[in-house]
């Protein structure tokens, strides 16, 4: 007999616990939440491991990964392994741990993870670019009030709904 998923958490309690969560994120680690500094970090360490010169050389490298530094002697690598640990544990408690891809009926798997890994990419290289990740930029950001972070949430949205337009029918 298989048993039900959970519902979901009441959003308004959802968004409150992540407002404690960003204030203990501050209190504790002296930074707000976000990724992809963190998957930064991960990248550097292997990519020190692997060619250490090469990080040594550029300078971008150099200043989190280069000499005797370790990329990964950072909260943000912690809270980001944190984040998966505890999502995992979320997901086994509450019965919505699965393996799934989720698409509409007009695109193949295939279409739908190159779309996901092209968007990731560009993410993340945007993400870098512009020194934080949604979710640095959008809750941590706008939490201190920041004015470009809250003109990048803006962005986001205005950016969303705009493609959506092009993209639905993938999805209905």
Same mark, same amino acid.
């Given at each position: 007999?298989?048993?039900?998923?959970?519902?979901?958490?009441?959003?308004?309690?959802?968004?409150?616990?992540?407002?404690?969560?960003?204030?203990?994120?501050?209190?504790?680690?002296?930074?707000?939440?976000?990724?992809?500094?963190?998957?930064?970090?991960?990248?550097?360490?292997?990519?020190?491991?692997?060619?250490?010169?090469?990080?040594?050389?550029?300078?971008?490298?150099?200043?989190?990964?280069?000499?005797?530094?370790?990329?990964?002697?950072?909260?943000?690598?912690?809270?980001?392994?944190?984040?998966?640990?505890?999502?995992?544990?979320?997901?086994?408690?509450?019965?919505?741990?699965?393996?799934?891809?989720?698409?509409?009926?007009?695109?193949?798997? =295939? @279409?739908?993870?190159?779309?996901? *890994? $092209?968007? +990731?990419?560009?993410?993340?290289?945007? /993400?870098?670019? &512009?020194? %934080?990740?949604?979710?640095?930029? =959008? @809750?941590?950001?706008?939490?201190? *009030? $920041?004015? +470009?972070?809250?003109?990048?949430?803006? /962005?986001?949205? &205005?950016? %969303?709904?705009?493609?959506?337009?092009?993209?639905?029918?993938?999805?209905?």
């Amino acid at each position: 007999m298989k048993s039900e998923a959970k519902p979901y958490i009441n959003p308004y309690v959802g968004g409150t616990l992540l407002g404690v969560v960003l204030f203990l994120a501050f209190l504790l680690t002296g930074n707000g939440l976000g990724a992809s500094g963190a998957i930064n970090r991960v990248q550097l360490a292997v990519v020190d491991a692997i060619a250490p010169h090469h990080v040594d050389k550029v300078a971008y490298f150099a200043e989190t990964a280069g000499g005797h530094r370790n990329p990964l002697s950072n909260p943000s690598v912690l809270m980001l392994l944190g984040t998966l640990l505890g999502g995992m544990l979320s997901g086994f408690i509450f019965k919505r741990f699965k393996v799934e891809l989720r698409k509409g009926p007009h695109i193949s798997n =295939a @279409l739908r993870l190159a779309m996901a *890994l $092209s968007g +990731g990419v560009i993410m993340g290289y945007g /993400a870098r670019l &512009a020194r %934080g990740c949604t979710s640095g930029q =959008a @809750l941590s950001g706008g939490a201190v *009030l $920041s004015v +470009g972070s809250w003109a990048f949430m803006l /962005a986001v949205f &205005a950016g %969303g709904y705009l493609l959506a337009y092009f993209v639905r029918r993938l999805w209905t």
